[in-house]
């Protein structure tokens, strides 16, 4: 392994139990096209998966594309998926296209160790479920994902037929693919290192909207502290959904350490985060625009930190996506005395959280997450943003699932009718948990606080 690709691998590297030569021997294939595929075929390139296989359907129903292939220039959707997921470290990767209907098809899964059903149809289902059954050896997980704003992911379930109840023809919502992507990435990695996995579905539901994915988000003003392995997942989806105007904060560089969980800087080592970021967001954007009122969005790279000078008033949101206790503290402070909404995530490599303030409906995050108390004990040190200073496990999946969430809450802020008011809770993502989702009453909301 050259020094360049150990350094990119370094943070999940770090992680106890961890085994990327698993990784890169690994071969998986993905049935059914549609935005989840892509999430997981470019996270998994990211992660280091050896060999990546789509199997395109004719019976996948048509669906909007993840966002990040808006970022290849390439005329079709499967050269824009081989072009990113090669660019993104992937170092086989294969696309092509058959009925999966019948088992002489079970052909196209034949060397793979992880299968991924992502076509919604029972008989790709049970194909799967048969070729697991007849190819043990060497086998690590199946799973199955059933496609729409919500999401239920099942993977070698004690009883493989309750995943044969109906098939998925609901729309692909962009924002719930990309947890789901994470979500079943992490469920193929405890396969590949043999790790518990629980066999209970995984279930994840928001309400359903009212207007079947037509929100209109042209009018929101969005400041986004932190560009990092959140603000990269977060970012491009607000583009994607027509928010216009976005501020991103953020101080650092690419770095080569960045690329195992930051996908829209595979080509950008050095480049300010925060410029490249918005960049390629008004890319995806632009490319939706026939969709928005309006033409041009109004998209602000800032290569600064956040700090007791900054000013979140004339914003609608406020997201936290930052690594350090003291400027999550500022902007809690900040959207507090403001009465700015603030939607802010935190990971591990193995978990994620999101808590949501707004104001006089719900808890402050600094009564929430108790920061003053956790600043105060840290007084004195200083806290680096930067991966190379702070060399913490860090993997893609759990970033993936939690920014989906931020944008989740988000759209509870911005459309309470169709999604439900933020609640009063802390969202949490635990990958080694019985149900992986769940949430956390947060008691009394703050009454203290102004509104804007």
Known sequence: MSEAVALRYDRQARIEGWNQDAISGTAMTIVGLNAFTEDIAMAAAALGIGR????ETPYDTPCQESPLLSLSAKPSRKERLEEIGKNLGSQGFSYLRAHMKSRAEDYFLRGSNIVIDASGRQECRALCLNYAANHGKGFESVCFYNRGLSFSL????ENPFVTHEKNGADPIDPVTAMIAAGT?????KKGIFRERIERKPVTYEILSPLESFSEDYSGINALVVGAGALGSFLVPRLAFMGVRKITVMDPDSVEEINLNRQLPYFDAIGEEKARVLVDRSRV??????????????????IADRFTERSSVENFDVVFDCVDNFETRRLLSGKSVESGVPLVSGGTSHDSGQVITYLPRKTTCLNHAMELEKIVGERKGQREEASCIAQPDPSV???NMVTAGMMVNEFRRLSNPRAFGEPRNTIKRYESLGMNRFGEMNLGQPCHNEVTK
Do not use: N
């Open 284 to 301: 995806i954007f632009c490319k939706r625009r026939k969709f928005w009122r309006f033409d041009k969005p109004e998209y602000q790279g």
């Open 396 to 398: 893609i999946m759990s």
């Open 154 to 157: 099942a993977g070698l379930p």
């Open 52 to 55: 990546i296989r789509v199997v």
């Open 184 to 188: 079943c990435l992490e469920e193929g």
